[in-house]
C-alpha cells in the first residue's frame, strides 16, 4: 500500500486521547502512525513485518524509531493494553486493520490494473498499437484546454481558493472566506 486511512476525527478517539496524556505522549502518537505504516507498506492484514517473513522485533523498531528498546517496549506495551495492537505468535499486528484500512478495496483496484495492462499488452502483441496524431484542430484544442486551465488557475490565486479543482467545501470555509472578504 503506499497509503494508510487516517480519520479526521482521530484525535476525538479516547485512546489516542490517552496515549497524548502520557509522559512523552506526542513519542506514543508518533510509534503507532510509525506502525500503522509499517503495516501498510507489510501489506499483510496489518501484520507488522520487516520482509515477508520476517516479523518486526522491538530492536528493529527501535532502530527506526530511533528510541531506547526499553522505550519502545514501553509504547507496545501500552498499545497492548489500550487493545490497538496485538501481540501473538511473535509478531505485532495492528487490531482491526481491515475494518478500518479497505484493503480488499485497493486488492480490488490492484486487481483491475493487472488486468488492464495485461489487456493493453495483449492489443501491443497483436500488432493493434496505430498511434493517432493530432492535426492542428487537436493541436488548438489543446492550446485552449491549456488556456482555460491557466485561466482558473489564476482566479483561484487571485480569490484566495486552496485548490480550484476541488468541488466542495465544508461549511466553516465559506464563514472564514466572508469573514476574510468582509476585512
Known sequence: ???IKV???IFANPKIQLLLKE???DTFFRVWIQLLTLAGIS???GRIMMSE???ITVENLATIT???TKKIQNILNKLIHFEMIIFEDNIYRIKNWDKYQSADKYEIIKQQN????KRFRETQKDGNNVNVTLGNDGEKNKKENNK?????KDFSRKKGYLDYEQREYPPEFFEVLYDNLRK
Open 7 to 9: 480519520f479526521t476525527n
Open 148 to 152: 482555460l486551465e491557466n485561466n482558473k
Open 53 to 55: 517473513n520476517t516479523p
Open 114 to 117: 493487472r488486468e488492464r495492462q
Open 66 to 68: 530511533h528510541k531506547s
Open 43 to 45: 501489506m499483510q492484514d
Open 1 to 3: 500500500m503506499q497509503w
Open 23 to 25: 509522559r512523552d505522549g
